[in-house]
């Protein structure tokens, strides 16, 4: 069973980590308001004695995008991958190379299939965009893609599986990444399985809406868990997205009655000059509350939204991990069909359970004086091959299952390590961008008071 521990931040470290990033613009980005104590560029800090990766890491950016071709019908825009890491299967410390989204696709989908036990994270447009304007080469575009892409990246980086598999080492660090793709496709590191004796089992198999029989009751706990946490993370995401809307009604408010200061200021002859301030003051004001929501809001909840679709790609391996189960229990329910009807016709009782197969049996036996041509012998025999076949399967099965078990239970702990790791930063975005913010109107508020005193009141 799962304790209650499992789901706080114990194991992650909330030591500040700086990041480093070259000064080039290709893109002319809206400009946000970044905390340097925050941000996680992906470091691995699992420990493992066979790979010894607590003194491991690897950090992953995902910066300066450039449209390629611009002006053609086959237009792109090609984002640069940069790494730090001490993992000796990268051939330099510094690796980098250029990629455009299809090469990320191309990396999602194929560590999905070359890793069918991990959680290989979500791309952001395998999610919603709703919170993205614009076309795909618009500034506010990219830099949402930019910073999905860079998130995928990182959860990459963290898992210490995927960190270390040669396709993301191929895709960070190498200079013929077509190549790459082309040989990978040619010779994937897991072969396509041979048809598997399931198809033998027919009818008596259970279809894909089936249920395991024997539920693990440590599964049930996990998928329970991800479901109740994806439905805080859906109302944490509703609540916010009407906070926004009301941020942004509370500005149109502002701007609205700086206007009325600006024409009381035409009224009141003698206070014009602090009533223009105060009005600059509101419209200063206005402008921090959309400025919250374009750096703050905006990003929170394209970063929940990443995170649902996060734990999401847990809960597909979940069901994967019960298909394995499923084949497992379903192959030895055939055996043991099998098995039985073996045992049926050994015992001189016949398989056909209808009348009229009965009757048809019986006269066949009288006409004849022998078993018809499928006689007694040749069927067990042939239930023998089956069932010989089927124990084979039926202990692969089960073998396949327990280490599909104990992965799931692996990723378990990757998972909540990273999630701990990105509910800190969304927090710490969401404290720092409010601080920025307030702190800033303080101060604007505060430098309107020595106007106002100066006003004389006649008494």
Excluded at 192 to 215: G, I, Q, W
Excluded at 332 to 361: H, P, Q
Excluded at 388 to 406: G, I, W, Y
Aim: hydrophobic share 35%; glycine share 4%; with cysteine.
């Amino acid at each position: 069973m799962l304790n209650e521990e499992d789901d706080t931040f114990a194991s992650v470290s909330w030591d500040e980590q700086p990041n480093d990033h070259q000064q080039q613009q290709p893109f002319a980005f809206p400009d946000k308001q970044h905390s340097d104590r925050r941000h996680s560029t992906g470091n691995i800090n699992n420990d493992s004695p066979e790979t010894n990766q607590s003194s491991s890491f690897l950090t992953v950016q995902v910066k300066l995008p450039v449209r390629e071709l611009e002006g053609t019908k086959d237009s792109f825009v090609s984002y640069l991958v940069t790494a730090q890491t001490n993992l000796p299967i990268y051939q330099t410390e510094n690796p980098s190379s250029r990629r455009r989204f299809q090469d990320f696709v191309f990396l999602h989908d194929h560590l999905i299939k070359d890793f069918p036990a991990s959680v290989v994270p979500p791309l952001p447009d395998k999610s919603r965009l709703k919170y993205v304007t614009g076309d795909r080469f618009s500034p506010d575009f990219v830099e949402r893609r930019r910073s999905g892409l860079e998130r995928f990246m990182q959860r990459l980086a963290r898992h210490p599986t995927l960190s270390r598999s040669k396709l993301l080492r191929s895709f960070i660090e190498s200079t013929q990444w077509n190549v790459d793709m082309h040989t990978h496709l040619a010779h994937p590191p897991v072969p396509e399985a041979p048809a598997s004796l399931l198809e033998m089992a027919s009818d008596t198999l259970l279809n894909a809406f089936s249920k395991v029989r024997k539920p693990d009751e440590r599964f049930l706990e996990i998928r329970d868990g991800l479901e109740r946490f994806e439905e805080r993370l859906v109302a944490i995401e509703r609540i916010e997205g009407r906070s926004k809307g009301r941020i942004t009604d509370l500005a149109s408010d502002y701007e609205d009655l700086a206007a009325s200061i600006q024409g009381l200021g035409f009224l009141e002859s003698g206070i014009t000059d602090p009533l223009s301030r105060f009005e600059s003051a509101l419209l200063d004001y206005s402008i921090g509350l959309r400025d919250l929501n374009t750096t703050t809001t905006t990003p929170l909840l394209t970063k929940l939204v990443s995170l649902i679709n996060y734990s999401d790609s847990f809960r597909n391996v979940l069901k994967l991990r019960d298909q394995k189960q499923l084949d497992f229990e379903d192959l030895s329910s055939y055996l043991s069909n099998l098995t039985t009807e073996r045992d049926r016709i050994a015992a001189g009782f016949s398989t056909n359970v209808g009348i009229s197969s009965y009757l048809k049996e019986k006269l066949e036996f009288i006409r004849t004086g022998a078993e018809t041509d499928t006689s007694r012998e040749a069927k067990i025999h042939k239930l023998d091959c089956k069932i010989k076949d089927l124990q084979e399967a039926v202990t692969s099965a089960h073998e396949t299952s327990d280490r599909f078990n104990e992965e799931v239970m692996k990723e378990f702990k990757v998972f909540q390590d990273s999630k701990a790791v990105e509910l800190k930063e969304i927090l710490n975005d969401l404290a720092d961008g409010n601080i920025s913010m307030y702190k800033k109107s303080i101060q604007d508020w505060e430098n309107m008071i020595p106007f106002f005193e100066r006003i004389r009141v006649d008494t």
